[in-house]
Structures are given as structure tokens and as C-alpha cells.
């Protein structure tokens, strides 16, 4: 069966609207991704209360094993990533891709599954994936050959238009071969190919990134993947 999730910056909503959004939609949605890369997520309050959830970590923060042992406590699942180097400190940037695989390897000691992100580190990963049958978490734009269980991560609005563009300017721009082609890395769900949805649904699970985080948006994404 499809699995239908979002994901959510908590860095773009309040804490209490946070544990709202996912209160109201948990029973609609398999999985609720905190995007937690710019600034972790160690609120007890918070994590606490939230159902179903899947926090992403990066891999090239400093105190990456202390996260990983406090969210081992909680009810979530992990989400390894490279992650983004705007986000990182001089010196965190210094250390190279392979750190990734000594993240995931710690993380495994915590959770038998793990979801682990393969923008820029396709090749390193791609082995611990599929030995170890972990998900694979792609960008929409990018492709995933892996023989493994797949996720798909989608940004998407009701309506794409100029604002929409500017809010999301820098995901974008950090896409290799963005060139103002934005339908090839967003979606706009009120003209949305039929094909492109038909795509969409060959992965196990589709992430929709809300770019307007609200209840509303988040409905309307499930309606339009059909499921």
C-alpha cells in the first residue's frame, strides 16, 4: 500500500503548531518528517507528543552521537543525512561524505531501520541501504536506483507562483541543474500531470514538503496523490 507522509521544518512553525499539525493529520498520514537539519529538535515537550514521527539528523554535526543517544529514548524513527553545509560550522564542514556511513552505523546500534538521505553520497551509501534494507530518501528532480525500499521527497504548493518561488529560492537554487525549471523539483498541485503522480507512486513512500505548512495544504496533497 502507498504510503502517504509529510514533512515539516519545525525552524518555520511554532512549537505549538507543530504538535497541532501533527495531531490533526497523524490519523491521515503514515509518516511525519521533522526536518530538523538547521537547528535539532530537543524539545521533550515536543517529541513527546508527536505520533508517527521520523526526525532527520545530519551527519557532519559535532554532537551527532549525543542526538542519536537522546532520540533512542523516544518513539521516533531516524533519518540519516549528509545534510546541507549552510547549516554547518567551519569546522563541521571539514569532515568528508564518509562520515555519513559511521553516522548510520551508531544509528543502527538504536533502530533496526533506519531512513537514510542520498543526495550527494548515492555511492557511499548504496551498499548499507540495500544490505541492510534500509529506506532511501531521495529528492524530487534527482533519481534513485537503489534496490531498496524508496522515499521520495516532494515540495509542493496548491498554486506555485512568484512568492511561492522566493520563499523556496534557496532549495532550489542548491539543485544542480536548476535553471527557473521549477516544475522539475516542485509541485504545483492544482495543474499536476497525471504522470508525473503515476511516477511518484512507484516509490514506497511520498514525502510532500508543504511550502505553505498548513492543514489545508496537507489534505489537499493526500487528495491529489489519490490515495
Known amino acids: ?10 525552524s518555520k512553525v511554532k512549537k505549538e503548531e507543530l504538535i497541532d499539525l501533527n495531531r490533526k493529520i497523524h490519523k491521515y498520514l503514515d ?3 521533522i526536518d530538523a537539519e ?18 532527520t539528523v545530519q551527519s557532519k554535526r559535532k554532537d551527532v552521537y549525543d542526538l542519536l543517544e537522546f532520540y533512542s529514548s523516544y518513539d521516533i524513527d531516524l533519518c540519516i543525512v549528509l545534510g546541507n553545509k549552510n547549516y554547518l560550522s567551519i569546522d563541521e564542514r571539514k569532515f568528508r561524505r564518509n562520515r555519513i556511513l559511521e553516522v548510520i552505523e551508531r544509528a543502527l546500534e538504536y533502530r533496526d531501520t533506519i531512513w537514510v538521505g542520498t543526495e550527494g553520497v548515492e555511492d557511499l551509501v548504496a551498499g548499507v541501504i540495500e544490505d541492510k534494507n534500509l529506506i532511501a530518501y531521495y529528492l524530487y528532480g534527482a533519481t534513485c536506483n537503489l534496490n531498496a525500499k524508496r522515499a521520495v521527497y516532494v515540495p509542493f504548493a496548491t498554486k ?60 489537499k496533497f493526500k487528495e491529489v496523490m489519490g490515495v
Do not use: C, H
Open 1 to 10: 500500500m502507498q504510503a502517504i507522509s509529510i514533512a515539516i521544518k519545525p
Open 31 to 33: 509518516y511525519f518528517v
Open 38 to 55: 538547521k537547528e535539532p529538535l530537543k524539545d521533550e515537550d515536543v517529541i513527546d507528543n508527536l505520533k508517527n514521527a521520523v526526525i
Open 160 to 219: 506555485v507562483n512568484e512568492n511561492t518561488l522566493l520563499s523556496i529560492r534557496g532549495y532550489l537554487e542548491r539543485r544542480k541543474n536548476y535553471k527557473g525549471n521549477w516544475k522539475d523539483f516542485l509541485l504545483s498541485l492544482l495543474d499536476v500531470d497525471n504522470q508525473v503522480i503515476e511516477n511518484l507512486k512507484q516509490n514506497d513512500i511520498i514525502v510532500g514538503y508543504p511550502i505553505v505548512p498548513t492543514v489545508d495544504e496537507i489534505l
